[in-house]
C-alpha cells in the first residue's frame, strides 16, 4: 500500500512529523513502512508556454521555439521534438539548472543559432509513467499549468510516498482514514473526516432476495456528468498511490477507494435497469463480456449484479462491458456492495483476474462505511463537475454492523505484557485509538471495537493493541523463571550428531539435497517396490515427486563437482525419505536413510610407496570405522546378487544379525557413465534400523594380564571363496581362547596355481586367567587349519 | 719384568685404540687384550711365580692397567656408536616438507552446524528438541493454527499438496499442535523443533522451494511478553556472537496473539528481519487442553538460511542446496 503523505495530512493532523518520522513509527507499531518516493524540488524547471516555433534556419529536424516561461522576457529555445506548436504548455529546464541526471543547461548554439534553455521529456525530468499524455517527444502540460509555476507544483514532486507492507489482518489500513486512525492513535493526533456521513433511503421496495454472499448493497444516481480528465492535484494523488488517472467518472471511484477502502463501481445508468436489479450466483452457462473486452463464462458461485435483462458485472471481480461507462455518459449508478471475501476470491482465482477491488473484497472490508464512500464520490464529483446532480444514497441491503464489546482485565495484560498498567494508562491508549472504553470496576473495563477493526475480536486483541502502541521495545526483557526443565537430547539425537561427527572426521562432506525430485529418479532405492508419492500440482517436471532414495541426488552433486574440476569427492547425507503406506494411513512413511559416496579420487600421493587404497575398500573402511564407533559388533559384509545399478561384482551387502543395514558397492559402469563420473563407491544405509541397533552401552570385558601367543597360517584357497568365509571358519573353529584374527596378506600370482590364491592370518591367542602353553595353542591352532581344510579346501602353504 | 711388560701392553693397546675406526675391530680388540683368554689374563697367570711382597705391588699395576684399558676402550666405544648412530641418521633423513599421509576431515553442512548452535543455545535454556512428520495434515499445518479455509497463506501456490487434506509443510509451526497434543496440560515445556518446510517459491538468491526453520514453543505458568524477549535477545546474542542492535516490532501470524518480529542492524545491510514469534494464541492452548487463563506460552520461528546468511555472509541462499565442494568445505573449520 503507497501512501501520499500530502495526501494523508488531509485526514490526520501530522503538522510537524516527518515523513521517515511516520515510517519508522508505524514500523515500531506494527506495520512496516519505508519511503517510496523522496520529494523532489525540480528546482529550475518551470511551466512554459510555446509562443511560436518555426523551422531551425539550417537544420530541418529542428524546431526554433519562442517559449514564456513567465519571465519579462520570452525565451528561445532551440528543440529537437517534432510535437511542438504554438500554444502548449512544457516544461522548460532554464539556464542554470541541473537536470535530474545530472546535465547542467548552459546557453548553447545549436547549428548556429543560441538556445537559451531546454525543452524537456517525460525521461529527462525522470517521470517516466507520470503524465496521462505520455507521447513521443516533449512533455506536454494541462492547458491549466500555471506559467513559470516550479514543474514539480506541477506534479504533486514535492510530495514524500511511503510504502507499507501490510500484515494480512489489517484490512483498515487499505484506505487513508485507516491510516489516519493508526498515525493518530500512533502520535495522538486529531483525526479529519471530510464529509458527515449521509442521510440514507432505505429501500423498501420489493424486490428479488440477494444472495446471502452479498452483505451490504447501496447505490446512488448521479446525473449530468461531463466526462474529462481530472484535475492536477487529483491525478497527482492517485499517481503518487500507484493508481493511473483515466477521468473523472473513474478517478472519483479510485479516489474514494484510496481515501474509505471502499471500491466502488459505475454503471452507466442508461443501460442498465435500477428496478430490476439483483445481486445473485451465476447460473450455469452464464456469460458475461468484461470491461477488458473478454467474454467469459461466470464460475459457478460466482456473484453476479444483473438486471433482469443480463448480468452486469461480476461483484468485487470486474464489471461488466455491457453497461461500462463511456465517453457518451453522463448519468452513472454509483455501486457500493460487500460481498462474501471467500467467494470473490475463488472467482477472480477461476477466471484469473485480479483487480485492485478484488484484492481488497477478498480481505473482507468494513460494510459501514459504503454510504459514506458514496456519498463522497457524489461530493468529489460535484466539485469537479460543478453541474452535476446527486440522488440520495439508496441502501438496497443494509450492512448489518455486529457491535463488539470485549472485556478487558488489567491482570490479563499484565499476564501477557508482563508488565503493570495503570487503570489511566490503558484507558489512555483506547482513547487514542478512538476505541470505546469504560471502566466496569477496578482492573476491568468494557472496550468496543470499532467496524473499522475486524482483526479485533478477543481480549487477548485488545492486549497487543496496548502492547504494540505502549512499544514492544519499552517491555523489560527477562529470562525464563519457575521451574527449570533440563535441556537435553535424545540418545537417537546424540547418535545422529555422533555419526555426522564420525563421517566428517572420516573425511566425508555432507550435503543437504532436495526433497523434490524428478519422476526418474528412483534408482539405486532400497525401496524398489514404492512408488514415489506426486505433488498435486508440480512447479516443474524437475521437483514432481518425494524422493524413495538419496543417492541419485548425491550422484547429481557429484556430476555437478566434477563438471567443475573437482577431485576427491566424498559426500554423505542423512535425509527422510517417504513412502506410500500399504494401508490407508493418513500421513506416507517417513524412513530416514544415510548415503554417501566417494569418487574421482586423486592420486595424489607422491610416492609409489604409499598405498593408493580403491575406491570400494575405502569407503568400506569409512563404514567400518563409523559401526565400529557406534559399538555395533556382528555387521558383516556379503557379496551381494547383482541389482540393478550396482557393479555386478564389486557390491556387499551390509548386514547385523538377520536384518539387512544396506549395500555398499560401485556404481555400475553404465550408470557411472550416463553422470560422467569415474569410479564411483557409493552406500546406503535405513538410518533407522541402524540407531535401533545401537547398543545400550559400551561391553566391557575384562582386560587379560597374561601374554597372548601369536600363530601366523599361510593358506592357499580356492580364488572364489571370499575371505569372509574364511575368517568366520577361523572364528567358528579356535575356540574361545582365539582373541583375534587378523589378515595380513592376500596374494596371487606366479608359485601359485591360476585359479587360487595365498591368503595369510595372524591368529592371537589368550586366555584371561593363565598364560598359555605352546600345547594349548597348538592344539587350537590346529583345529583351525582342520576346519579350514574341510570346508573350504585350504591347504597349508609351505 | 712383569711391571714393564704391564706397562709395555698399557702404551701398546693406548696406541691401538686410538688407531682403531671400527666397532667391530675395537670388539675384537678388546676380547683380544682384557678377554678371559687375552693378553693381560695370560700375563698375570704368571704371577704365582713371583716373591710374596711383589704380588700386592703386580697386583695393583695389573688392577690400574686392566681399569686403564677398559676405560678407553669404552670411552671408545661410546665415540664411535656416537658417530655410527650419526651417519645412520643422516642415511635416514627425509623431506619434511613434502606433503603428509592424507587424512583429510570433511565438513558438515553450514544448515547443519547452524542448526546444532541454535539447538545447543536452546538447550542450554532447558529445552528438549522435538520432529515432526514433513509430510503434513492440512489441519496441523494450517486449520489448528487458526488458518482456516480460504485464508491467503493456503493459496495452492504457496503450498504443495499430494492431496487434497495433506502437504509439505511450509513451516515448522505445524509440529506445535502435535507437540502440545502430546504434552498437555504438562508445563513447563520448552521444545524446539527444526526442520525442513516446503512452499511453492521459484528458486533465486533469494527464494528456496525448500528450506529449514526451528520452531522454539514454551507453555508455562508465568510466561510474558517479557520472557519472550529475554529468550530472544539471549539466543540473537549467543547465535551471532556479538551484541547487534535488535528491534522488536509488532506483527501478524495467526496461531500468535500478540505477535512479534525481531529485526537486528547488520553493520551493511541495515534493519535485517530475523525471526518471527509471538504469544501462543489462547484458541491453540484451548484446543490442546491448556486453561489459557492459567497457563501462557509463546512459540518463535525462524529459517536457518536466512540465519546461516547472516552469520557466514552467504550472499545465494542457492548455495546451500548446491553443494558445490567448494563452498562445502569451507565449512571444515565450522
Known amino acids: ?798 | 719384568m712383569v711391571q714393564e711388560k704391564l706397562l709395555a701392553l698399557k702404551d701398546e693397546v693406548s696406541v691401538k685404540v686410538t688407531q682403531i675406526s671400527e666397532l667391530d675391530e675395537l670388539r675384537n680388540l678388546k676380547v683380544h687384550y682384557l678377554g678371559k683368554k687375552g693378553e693381560l689374563t695370560a700375563l698375570l697367570r704368571g704371577m704365582g711365580q713371583l716373591p710374596s711382597e711383589m704380588k700386592p705391588v703386580i697386583g695393583s699395576l695389573a688392577n690400574e692397567v686392566r681399569q686403564h684399558l677398559q676405560t678407553i676402550i669404552e670411552d671408545k666405544e661410546h665415540q664411535l656408536e656416537q658417530s655410527a648412530l650419526q651417519s645412520a641418521l643422516e642415511k635416514e633423513t627425509i623431506d619434511v616438507t613434502l606433503p603428509g599421509y592424507p587424512c583429510s576431515i570433511g565438513s558438515l553442512h553450514p544448515i547443519t552446524l547452524v542448526l546444532q548452535e541454535i539447538e545447543d543455545i536452546f538447550k542450554g535454556m532447558g529445552f528438549q528438541v522435538a520432529e515432526g512428520p514433513e509430510v503434513e495434515l492440512d489441519y496441523y499445518n494450517f486449520e489448528a493454527l487458526n488458518i482456516p479455509a480460504e485464508h491467503p497463506a493456503r493459496d495452492e501456490q504457496d503450498s504443495f499438496y499430494i492431496r487434497p487434506d495433506t502437504l509439505l509443510r511450509t513451516h515448522t509451526s505445524s509440529m506445535q499442535l502435535r507437540t502440545l497434543e502430546q504434552r498437555a496440560p504438562q508445563v513447563p515445556l520448552r521444545i524446539i523443533g527444526p526442520g525442513k518446510v516446503y512452499r511453492r517459491d521459484v528458486d533465486d538468491a533469494t527464494h528456496s522451494h525448500q528450506f529449514t526453520q526451528v520452531e522454539a514453543l514454551v507453555v508455562d505458568r508465568d510466561v510474558s511478553m517479557k520472557e519472550l524477549k529475554g529468550t530472544l535477545l539471549e539466543f540473537l546474542e549467543r547465535i551471532f556472537g556479538a551484541k547487534f542492535e535488535t528491534r522488536f516490532r509488532p506483527s501478524f501470524f495467526p496461531f500468535t496473539e500478540p505477535s512479534m518480529e525481531v529485526d537486528i542492524l547488520h553493520p551493511k545491510r541495515g534493519w535485517l528481519e530475523i525471526l518471527g514469534s509471538g504469544m501462543v494464541h489462547p484458541a491453540i492452548l484451548e484446543r490442546v487442553g491448556y486453561d489459557s487463563e492459567e497457563f501462557t506460552g509463546f512459540a518463535v520461528g525462524m529459517g536457518a538460511e536466512r540465519i546461516a546468511m547472516i552469520k557466514y555472509d552467504i550472499e545465494d541462499i542457492r548455495h546451500f542446496y548446491r553443494n558445490d565442494l567448494n563452498f562445502l568445505k569451507q565449512f571444515v573449520a565450522g
Open chain 1, 1 to 798: 500500500m503507497l501512501v501520499s503523505y500530502e495526501w494523508l495530512s488531509e485526514y490526520v493532523n501530522i503538522e510537524g512529523i516527518a515523513p521517515e518520522e511516520i515510517a519508522s513509527a508505524l514500523t515500531c507499531s506494527g506495520i512496516e513502512a519505508s519511503i517510496k518516493r523522496e520529494a523532489t524540488s525540480l528546482a529550475g524547471i518551470v511551466v512554459g508556454q510555446i509562443l511560436s516555433a518555426k523551422k531551425h534556419p539550417s537544420a530541418d529536424r529542428l524546431n526554433l521555439c519562442v517559449v514564456n516561461v513567465g519571465a519579462d522576457e520570452p525565451l528561445e529555445i532551440v528543440c529537437g521534438a517534432s510535437n511542438v506548436a504554438p500554444s502548449v504548455k512544457v516544461a522548460v529546464a532554464t539556464l542554470g539548472t541541473t537536470m535530474p541526471g545530472g546535465l547542467k543547461i548552459k546557453k548553447a548554439k545549436l547549428r548556429g543559432v543560441e538556445s537559451c534553455g531546454m525543452i524537456c521529456s517525460e525521461a529527462e525530468l525522470g517521470l517516466t509513467g507520470f503524465a496521462s499524455n505520455a507521447s513521443e517527444g516533449i512533455l506536454l502540460l494541462d492547458h491549466s499549468a500555471q506559467i513559470g509555476s516550479n514543474v514539480s507544483d506541477y506534479f504533486g514532486l514535492t510530495d514524500t510516498v511511503i510504502e507499507l507492507e501490510l500484515t494480512a489482518n489489517r484490512t483498515d489500513c487499505l484506505s487513508l482514514i485507516g491510516i489516519a486512525y493508526e498515525v493518530a492513535a500512533i502520535f495522538d493526533r486529531e483525526v479529519k473526516i471530510p464529509i458527515a456521513p449521509p442521510a440514507c433511503i432505505v429501500d423498501k421496495a420489493k424486490r428479488v432476495e440477494f444472495t446471502d454472499k452479498c452483505l451490504a448493497y447501496a447505490v446512488q444516481k448521479i446525473s449530468k456528468l461531463n466526462i474529462e480528465p481530472s484535475p492536477r492535484w487529483m491525478q497527482n494523488r492517485l499517481t503518487a498511490m500507484g493508481i493511473r488517472p483515466i477521468n473523472n467518472v473513474v478517478d472519483v471511484t479510485n479516489y474514494v477507494m484510496l481515501e474509505t477502502g471502499q471500491p466502488l463501481h459505475a454503471f452507466d445508468y442508461s443501460k442498465i435497469n435500477i428496478n430490476t436489479l439483483e445481486v445473485r450466483e451465476a447460473i450455469a452457462q452464464e456469460r458475461i463480456v468484461t470491461l477488458d473486452g473478454v467474454e467469459r463464462a461466470c464460475p459457478k458461485g460466482a456473484i453476479l449484479i444483473a438486471d433482469s435483462a443480463q448480468p452486469l458485472a461480476v461483484a468485487g471481480v470486474m464489471g461488466g462491458l455491457n453497461s461500462a461507462v463511456t465517453e457518451e455518459t453522463t448519468t452513472i449508478l454509483l455501486e457500493a456492495g460487500l460481498f462474501h471475501p471467500a467467494q470473490v476470491r475463488r472467482t477472480s482465482r477461476q477466471l484469473g483476474l485480479r483487480s485492485e477491488s478484488s484484492s481488497r473484497f477478498e480481505k473482507g472490508l468494513n460494510g459501514e462505511v459504503l454510504p459514506y464512500a458514496l456519498a463522497r464520490a457524489a461530493s468529489l464529483y460535484k466539485e469537479l463537475s460543478p453541474t452535476s446532480v446527486a440522488d440520495a444514497v439508496r441502501v438496497f441491503k443494509a450492512y448489518a454492523a455486529p457491535k463488539k464489546i470485549l472485556t478487558l482485565r488489567n491482570q490479563r495484560v499484565q499476564k501477557i505484557m508482563g508488565v503493570r498498567l495503570s487503570d489511566d494508562e490503558v484507558i489512555d491508549i483506547f482513547r487514542r485509538l478512538r476505541f470505546g472504553i469504560e471502566q466496569a470496576k477496578e482492573g476491568t473495563y468494557a472496550v468496543e471495537v470499532p467496524n473499522r477493526r475486524p482483526d479485533i475480536s478477543l481480549e487477548v486483541d485488545l492486549i497487543e493493541e496496548i502492547a504494540r502502541l505502549y512499544g514492544y521495545s519499552r517491555i523489560p526483557s527477562q529470562m525464563l523463571t519457575g521451574t527449570q526443565p533440563v535441556g537435553m537430547y535424545t540418545k537417537e539425537q546424540k547418535w545422529l550428531r555422533e555419526i555426522r561427527a564420525a563421517l566428517r572426521y572420516l573425511g566425508m562432506n555432507e550435503t543437504l539435497t532436495y526433497t523434490l525430485t524428478s519422476q526418474d529418479e528412483k534408482r539405486l532405492t532400497r525401496y524398489p517396490k514404492s512408488q514415489p508419492i506426486n505433488i498435486s500440482l508440480p512447479m516443474s517436471n524437475e521437483y514432481a515427486v518425494l524422493r524413495t532414495t538419496l543417492l541419485p541426488s548425491l550422484l547429481e552433486v557429484a556430476r555437478y563437482n566434477v563438471r567443475r574440476g573437482q577431485t576427491d569427492l566424498a559426500l554423505f547425507e542423512m535425509s527422510t525419505l517417504y513412502l506410500e503406506h500399504a494401508t490407508a494411513e493418513p500421513l506416507p512413511q517417513e524412513v530416514r536413510e544415510l548415503a554417501g559416496l566417494i569418487a574421482a579420487r586423486e592420486a595424489t600421493l607422491w610416492s609409489a610407496e604409499l598405498p593408493q587404497p580403491q575406491p570400494f575398500y575405502l569407503l568400506k573402511g569409512i563404514l567400518e570405522a563409523l559401526f565400529s564407533r557406534l559399538g555395533l559388533t556382528g555387521v558383516r559384509f556379503q557379496k551381494h546378487e547383482p541389482a540393478a545399478d550396482w557393479h555386478p561384482g564389486r557390491t556387499a551387502q551390509i548386514t547385523l544379525g538377520e536384518k539387512s543395514l544396506g549395500l555398499v558397492g560401485e556404481l555400475h559402469p553404465a550408470l557411472a557413465k550416463e553422470y560422467s563420473l569415474p569410479a564411483t563407491a557409493l552406500f546406503h544405509v535405513d538410518l533407522g534400523l541402524l540407531l535401533a541397533s545401537i547398543p545400550e552401552r559400551v561391553n566391557y570385558t575384562k582386560v587379560s594380564k597374561y601374554p597372548k601367543v601369536t600363530r601366523d597360517i599361510a593358506l592357499v584357497v580356492d580364488k572364489k571363496i571370499p575371505a569372509g568365509d574364511l575368517e568366520e571358519g577361523i572364528y567358528r573353529s579356535a575356540g574361545e581362547l582365539l582373541e583375534k584374527a587378523t589378515l595380513f596378506d592376500v596374494y596371487w600370482g606366479a608359485q601359485i596355481d591360476a585359479d587360487k590364491k595365498g591368503v595369510a592370518y595372524a591368529l592371537n591367542y589368550r586366555a584371561h586367567d593363565r598364560t598359555l602353553t605352546d600345547d594349548e595353542v597348538d592344539i587350537a591352532n590346529n583345529k583351525v587349519i582342520e576346519y579350514l581344510r574341510k570346508q573350504f579346501g585350504a591347504a597349508l602353504r609351505s
